[in-house]
C-alpha cells in the first residue's frame, strides 16, 4: 500500500476521498433538514440517523483525504476506527428504529 503514498498518486487519491466526503456531508445535511421537517412523527429519527451516518462517512473520507495528502498513516488508521464503529452502532440503532417503526404501526409484534 506504500505506492499509494508516492507524490503523484497521493494526490489524486486525496482529491478522491475529499470529493467523496464533501459529497457526504452534503447528503448529511439533506437528511438532518428531512429529519427537521418530520419533527414529531417517527421515521424522524431514522432520518435523524441516516443524517449521521452520513456525517461519519465525510469525517472517515477526510481522515482518509488527510492521510493522503500528509502522507500521515496514522490518519488512515483513525478513519478506519471510525468507520468500523460506525458500521456496528449504526445496525444496531437502525435495526432498533425500524422494529420500533413496525411495532408503532401494529404489523408486528413481539414473539
Not at 24 to 46: E, F, P, V
Not at 71 to 89: D, K, P, S, T
Not at 101 to 108: D, T, V
Request: charged share 15%.
Amino acid at each position: 500500500m506504500r505506492f499509494l503514498y508516492e507524490h503523484p498518486l497521493n494526490l489524486y487519491v486525496a482529491t478522491f476521498f475529499f470529493v467523496i466526503a464533501v459529497v457526504s456531508l452534503a447528503a448529511c445535511i439533506k437528511r438532518l433538514i428531512t429529519a427537521y421537517r418530520h419533527a414529531g412523527d417517527y421515521s424522524c429519527s431514522l432520518w435523524f440517523i441516516r443524517g449521521i451516518r452520513f456525517l461519519l462517512i465525510s469525517l472517515t473520507a477526510g481522515a482518509w483525504s488527510a492521510s493522503f495528502f500528509w502522507n500521515q498513516r496514522w490518519l488512515f488508521i483513525i478513519g478506519l476506527v471510525i468507520i468500523c464503529q460506525e458500521i456496528y452502532e449504526g445496525a444496531i440503532i437502525s435495526a432498533a428504529l425500524r422494529d420500533g417503526a413496525k411495532l408503532e404501526a401494529g404489523r408486528r409484534t413481539f414473539p
